[in-house]
């Protein structure tokens, strides 16, 4: 995991917020949020289920806070509680993508087609972030689940295999797929544009 | 479609092949710009740079959304009517 560098005010916040200080639980609330959501809604590209899910996510903070030990940072710890607020949540819903591994496979007609003899654009340089982020929420859900816990959110093959129970191999597969993927809809962004 | 062989053993490799064999490149770590099929096939070199800068991009997208102030308010709410009380938590119930 990256991107956890300490926060101004958090540990105070964390001691007082395990005592039962509400004020520093609206603390730590409002130095998280946006991560959480983010993340809850790159994986799930809803906006009300990404919030309802922010929302689940910080009352189990407030429940499980006093579990919270300091053996690894605190946003860390709390980024994996969301995560798997929303891959339960996703069982739940019985989408196949996180529950067998051999429908983890979005159809052929989703996959990535393979680049044999073809000229490209060459995207290198040419995209910028609001694209990309397009370009993700048009990811088939298996896909964009693999690619978000691992080239947004840092997570490795392992730890995805764990929490996505699947193979390390097929979270590799599923991540080349989604970069794949992203590769043709931001190319055909980019065509649409040229011609537009 | 470009068929290149490989100073290592000499097999050859072709788009197809080379590929397949993406994933494996990119999880070793390895400097795939260096592949010997890239030093013949400007495709298949094309797609290693989409590919790698797609990744690099990737790490580069922040957080960049806020949750609604409903978010906070059915937080609050939730606390205050017993959070011990698992019906009272408004998992995935909106008011």
């Known amino acids: ?196 | 479609m470009s068929n290149t062989r490989d100073p290592q053993d000499g097999t050859s490799m072709n788009c197809a092949e080379f590929q397949e064999s993406i994933p494996e490149l990119f999880e070793s770590g390895a400097n795939v710009s260096k592949e010997a099929h890239l030093l013949g096939c400007e495709n298949c070199a094309a797609l290693v740079r989409d590919l790698e800068y797609i990744a690099s991009q990737a790490k580069l997208l922040l957080p960049i959304h806020d949750p609604s102030p409903t978010v906070w308010d059915n937080i609050q709410s939730a606390i205050r009517t017993g959070i011990d009380d698992k019906s009272a938590a408004p998992s995935g119930k909106r008011p």
């Open chain 1, 1 to 196: 995991m990256r991107r956890n560098p300490p926060i101004a005010g958090e540990a105070e916040a964390i001691a007082k917020a395990q005592a039962g200080d509400a004020a520093s639980f609206e603390i730590l609330y409002s130095l998280h949020k946006r991560r959480v959501y983010s993340l809850c809604l790159r994986m799930l590209g809803n906006v009300a289920e990404a919030e309802d899910l922010t929302q689940e996510a910080f009352l189990q903070l407030y429940r499980k806070i006093g579990t919270f030990r300091g053996d690894s940072a605190f946003s860390t710890w709390l980024h994996r509680l969301a995560v798997n607020v929303v891959l339960m949540h996703l069982r739940k819903k019985g989408l196949p993508q996180v529950s067998l591994e051999e429908t983890l496979e979005p159809s052929q007609e989703d996959g990535p087609r393979k680049d044999i003899g073809e000229r490209d654009l060459i995207l290198s340089g040419s995209i910028d972030r609001v694209a990309l982020e397009r370009a993700v929420e048009n990811l088939p859900p298996g896909y964009r689940l693999v690619f978000v816990l691992h080239d947004v959110e840092g997570y490795e093959h392992n730890e995805i295999a764990d929490m996505l129970s699947c193979s390390i191999g097929n979270s590799k597969s599923q991540l080349h797929k989604a970069r794949m993927k992203l590769r043709d809809l931001l190319r055909s962004g980019q065509r649409k544009e040229s011609i537009a």
